[in-house]
């Protein structure tokens, strides 16, 4: 056959590939959502979300975090199902932990259960009161630190730079390893009292029977809605937690099916593996798991933030002008709010007045309290912003000349330049014009210009 015919063939299946590409992506991201009418806006929507969540993966880092949790759950498994057990052993019904484990390690067949059965075992080994002051330390430091590398994994999804105050971050996490157990006991006992009231009526026997194979998806579904609105460090709405909670439930639940289908119809992975085909499984298991958690917290965040979905990948730099001018606004609100005893701004409340994203506006913020010019009052949730100084001892001179040179280190700054007598003349002009123009104005000034406005 004619080498030609070959090489015309896969032109013409290229371009018509490419063409295909075009008129999908022109029919997804050309339209105003705004415009759309209700139905086409929902295929709309979905049609971007899965454009995303297809670049995002591609793009390595959801995979890369997802990995990384694997390592950290490995290592701090053990240390967490103890303390949970230690807890529940108050209460007489630490033996709930193996059926729990059991359904987690469900899709992996019947070498799940064993590896539950062994790491309850393992666990019930595990005596707290006779480790030390410096074995339950360590203990609880490892607990931590996961659930610390969990916040940073949604902190990256949420574009949220910072973690909570150390203070928050352990009392928090204190609370939900002691009590979280507690609270799941109690909610069972309560779950279960209820069912067993309602089954003797007669008409509700049909209905519970019914429900009760639906309710591992609505826990499931629940428990993933909780994670979304509790561990990143923003203020996440309800209703966007409960969209990615209900599709990564069933994701989780769809992936556990096909995964215990698979393990059911193959046995080849035991012949290559040998005796360690059940922890390649494992890390198999746990690294879907933690994927598909990370993918419906990414859901979310286009559910609560649609302007961020973008065709393009978007780098998010500030310019030196919109920096300063975002500076002078936040420095505004605060210093404004402040002086008229109103109640002060915390972050997500003044990304939602400036309309801008949540990282750009973090980081000015970070530059003013660098700077001492903003103090973040770390007792209230969320944390606050009030000034650090009094507002008519601050100079709006000061501060602009703060927020050019930020960023600025000793590898890299002003005077490492060598000199060039004619640009350097430039400068020091624009910034004698800055200083004289601001002639000597305090946020006290620009708050009493301003009358306590705050114009949307």
Partial sequence: MDPGYHQSGKLWMKLAINKAYSWVTRLVWEYDLRQLSAPRKMVVFIARVLHML?????GGQLNLRAMSLVYTTLLSLVPLL?????????????????PMLYNFLKPLGPGG???????????????????GSVGVILLIYTVIALLQKIEKAFNYVWQVE????????????????????????IATVLSSDIARRLIAIKPFTTVLLSAGELLPYFLVCLAFTFIYIFMPNTRVQVRAALVGGVIAGILWKI???????????????????SSFAILILLLIWLYMSWLILLVGSQIAFFVQYPKYMTLNREQLVLSNRLRERLAIQIMYLVASDSYHNRPPWCLDALVDRLDLPKESVQRVVSILVEYGYLAEVAGEDPPVYLPAHAIEAMQLADMLADVRQAGETRFLNNQQLKPIKVADQ???????????????????DLVLAGNGEQEC
């Fill in 162 to 185: 910072h973690l909570r105050p150390i203070v928050r971050r352990i009392s928090i996490y204190l609370s939900v390893v002691l009590m979280g157990p507690v609270m799941l006991f």
């Fill in 54 to 58: 297809v670049r995002e993966l591609l």
């Fill in 426 to 444: 430039v400068v020091l002009e624009l910034e004698t014009v800055c200083r004289e123009t601001t002639g000597g104005r305090t946020f006290k």
């Fill in 255 to 273: 992936t556990g099916w096909g995964f215990s289908v698979f393990i059911a119809s193959s046995s080849k992975y035991a012949a290559i593996y």
């Fill in 113 to 131: 259960a064993g590896l539950a059965e062994k790491i309850v075992i393992f666990v019930d080994n595990v005596e707290v009161g006779v480790l």
């Fill in 82 to 98: 103890a303390v949970s057990f230690s807890v529940l052993k108050g209460f007489g019904v630490h033996n709930q932990i193996e």
